[in-house]
């Protein structure tokens, strides 16, 4: 069965545009009343041809409902986030007849950097996302904004437990590199085509000790300034296309 989060929103005219374009269910759209100028007027237009229903409230009734500080005078209401299973990432592998091409995220907190790395992985042709359940953040308003609207194109799953995600990755074939800066490998060394799962640790702590082992083979980013780490999605970003880089080189 599949697991439902609780109703969400998603705010900002990009965001909510692509929403729109998307074919996803929305419940509703409110509008902050004045705002009837250029990308609004779009929304609006969309929303009647799909008939999808458009409220007009005060800009200060919105900004009471805003979960975000910049949400440009329109909110769009969402039935719950479906999560996938990891069987629907390999299958979408399957139906595109590529190799599965997975990342796995071991505690990620912060909600932009979520986001951030959800919009680089659908651009990349990513398969699929995994992400704990615990000590991490789930998809929500912020996540969708940030991604641009590619967690709705992008097939997410949350387990229970990294470590067990990854033995089932295992069994069905694909190899798994983690990343960190305790090892000698550059990522750029390293063969990176093929069934693949990147995982990408924390913010904080990087990957934790049983995730770490878990992998079958680890690299890293060469540091040459004063400040020895990335933020998780530049890391992210870079392992990733070096991947894509790869396999544009193997076709």
Not at 74 to 101: G, M, N, T
Not at 131 to 154: L, Q, Y
Not at 225 to 250: D, F, M, P
Request: proline share 3%.
């Amino acid at each position: 069965m599949k697991e439902r989060t609780y109703d969400d929103q998603i705010e900002g005219r990009n965001a909510v545009l692509e929403l729109l374009e998307s074919g996803k269910d929305i419940n509703k759209i409110f509008i902050a009343k004045g705002e009837r100028h250029g990308s609004i007027n779009k929304i609006i237009a969309i929303a009647r041809e799909k008939k999808i229903v458009t409220v007009e409230k005060d800009r200060r009734q919105l900004n009471q409902m805003a979960q975000t500080e910049n949400f440009q005078g329109v909110i769009a209401i969402v039935p719950p986030f479906e999560y996938s299973e990891i069987e629907d990432i390999l299958e979408e592998a399957k139906k595109k007849e590529e190799e599965p091409f997975i990342l796995i995220l071991d505690g990620i907190e912060d909600p932009h950097n979520l986001g951030a790395i959800i919009r680089t992985a659908e651009t990349a042709g990513v398969h699929g996302v995994i992400i704990p359940k615990r000590r991490a953040t789930a998809v929500n308003s912020t996540v969708n904004k940030v991604s641009a609207g590619a967690v709705k194109h992008m097939k997410i799953a949350r387990v229970n437990n990294i470590t067990d995600a990854i033995q089932k990755l295992k069994d069905a074939g694909l190899w798994i590199c983690g990343t960190d800066m305790e090892t000698k490998t550059y990522y750029y060394n390293q063969d990176l085509t093929g069934p693949l799962g990147i995982v990408i640790g924390s913010e904080g702590s990087g990957m934790s000790n049983k995730v770490k082992n878990n992998c079958d083979f680890i690299v890293k980013i060469p540091m040459k300034g004063k400040i020895t780490s990335l933020n998780a999605s530049v890391s992210a970003g870079i392992v990733i296309y070096e991947s894509v880089k790869q396999r544009a080189r193997k076709v």
